[in-house]
């Protein structure tokens, strides 16, 4: 391709210089009847159509060639979009990241206790995240009855240690954890407010709901509430949430509530366990 681009004007040149001789020799062998113009005109006319089409099938070369080329580029930001696209999301993961971690770091100058980073590996069947299971388990030090906590930030922007729940299983490298949304799951709190304690406990749709033991206990929306430190599991001060609605009931000695937790368990992934001796 790059031969003929580049000597098409010779070869052009040396076509018609041989169809030239020919024509002389048919010229002088006897034919002198024949019209040397209408030879000329030929010979012009076969070299304009030569030239015409060579000229033709090198911009043809050309233009496949621009298009080749045009394509190449096409690719390569084709692919220079991609990465820069992955890069945007590794930067948004990094940026996440540190604000999750930034948060951990406050929450972990108020622990008092020794504590193992564990990260959630497997959830159970149930779509409320009432059961999860962590990668980290009795050769990391970790028992049943261990409390499992994550760090959230309230809506004033104050660190707390929110509760996430408890230990049921361990294994050497892996651990099972029942949540504060599981029906079995029963925990003694203390609203802040008032100071007043009750019990609550999670359900099967993932509601959280509960009851103070003064069946004439004053309780607001939105008061906070934590565990109180009574029974032999939960030490006392764990943020568990917030009261969002409280239902009348037709037992005069119990007052329900529903409870939002603190921490929000569709984004559950790294979780402390915190090393209690009791």
Known sequence: ????????????????????????GLSSVGRGEV????????????????????????????????????REENNMLTDTVHELQETVRILENIVNKSEALETEYEMKKN?????????????????????VTID???KDGIKKNDIVIHAVETEAGVVQIGLVGVVTQTSSNWAKVVTLLDESCKISFRDINTDESGILQGSVDGT?????????????????????????????????????????????STQRIVINPAVEFTKLNRVYVLKVDR
Not at 43 to 67: E, P, R
């Open 1 to 24: 391709m790059n031969f003929v681009r580049k000597y098409y004007k010779r070869i052009f040149f040396l076509l018609t210089v041989f169809i030239l001789i020919i024509l002389i």
């Open 35 to 70: 019209d040397l113009v209408f030879f000329g005109n030929a010979v012009a006319g076969f070299q304009k159509l030569t030239f015409n089409t060579g000229h033709t099938i090198i911009s043809s070369i050309y233009s496949v060639q621009d298009i080749v080329r045009m």
């Open 136 to 138: 980290k388990g009795e």
């Open 111 to 131: 622990l008092k206790y020794d504590y193992t980073v564990g990260q959630v590996i497997a959830l159970d069947d149930s779509n409320w995240f009432s059961r």
């Open 208 to 252: 959280i709901t509960g009851y103070f033991f003064n069946s004439k206990a004053q309780v607001n929306k939105d008061d906070s509430l934590v565990t109180s430190g009574i029974g032999e599991i939960y030490i006392p001060d764990i943020y568990i949430g917030k009261v969002t609605e409280i239902v009348p009931t037709t037992d005069a």
